[in-house]
């Protein structure tokens, strides 16, 4: 198993260019989840997807889009990049069928540099 | 949502148990103790998590306080792949499966040989 992938490894962009970084998962995990990490800060949830269909905004939503193509994969666009979105993206999954506590598994991250 | 104090950093030599403290004085009934930890340029991964009792894994053991206001993460014998950040999160979960983890800072444990 792969786990959780996320592409592409590093990007830049430049102010106002879009892009979309993908991410999927092979575990059959239900809930998807993107996070962003700042320099020397922890992880902010930016949006998450509890089941396939579903999104729902996380802490620092403003300036991104998601979309739940299949239970898989779970994707993350700027529509209108902005300085202020240089960070370290992490997209992770969690089994998360019915309540309880379900571990999340984390890609290796996408490392986006906006000029 | 309840939050969690954590020191910047601790140091550790190869080998030798690590004790990490985490207060969570605001702590209520229904959140899990969770620990993360995120190695040098690599996503996050779970350590463990606890309610009420201590708990023992294959990576670490998590010690609650009977008032369950603080938790302390051990590593056993840290070895120099444990040099990390490690994350204390108080995790409340939701019906649907959807768990909301809210990091820290963390505490960046240097381990030296």
């Known amino acids: 198993n792969a786990g959780v992938t996320q592409t592409p490894k590093f990007q830049v962009l430049k102010t106002g260019q879009s892009m979309t970084l993908q991410c999927a998962q092979d575990?059959?995990?239900?809930?998807m989840y993107w996070y962003r990490q700042d320099p020397g800060m922890g992880l902010r949830l930016i949006y998450y997807?509890?089941?396939?269909?579903?999104?729902d905004k996380g802490e620092v939503p403003n300036g991104y889009n998601v979309s739940r193509l299949n239970k898989r994969e779970f994707s993350l666009r700027l529509e209108s990049a902005a300085p202020s979105q240089t960070s370290v993206y992490f997209c992770?999954?969690?089994?998360?069928?019915?309540?309880?506590?379900?571990?999340?598994?984390f890609g290796p991250g996408t490392r986006l540099t906006v000029t | 949502d309840a939050k969690t104090t954590q020191p910047n950093s601790m140091e550790s030599n190869e080998e030798e148990p690590v004790h990490l403290p985490c207060n969570h004085s605001?702590?209520?009934?229904?959140?899990?103790i969770h620990w993360y930890r995120q190695l040098p340029s690599q996503g996050p991964e779970y350590v463990i998590h606890g309610l009420t009792s201590n708990v023992n894994n294959r990576m670490a053991s998590l010690a609650i306080a009977e008032d369950r206001k603080s938790s302390t993460l051990i590593l056993h014998r840290a070895t120099l792949r444990d040099a990390a950040v490690y994350y204390c999160i108080l995790l409340l979960w939701f019906s649907g499966g959807y768990n909301k983890l809210i990091f820290g800072a963390g505490t960046r444990l240097a381990v030296h040989p």
């Open positions: 997807s509890a089941s396939e269909g579903t999104t």
């Open positions: 605001t702590i209520s009934g229904t959140d899990y």
């Open positions: 992770a999954s969690s089994a998360g069928t019915g309540e309880g506590i379900y571990e999340q598994y």
């Open positions: 575990m059959n995990h239900n809930s």
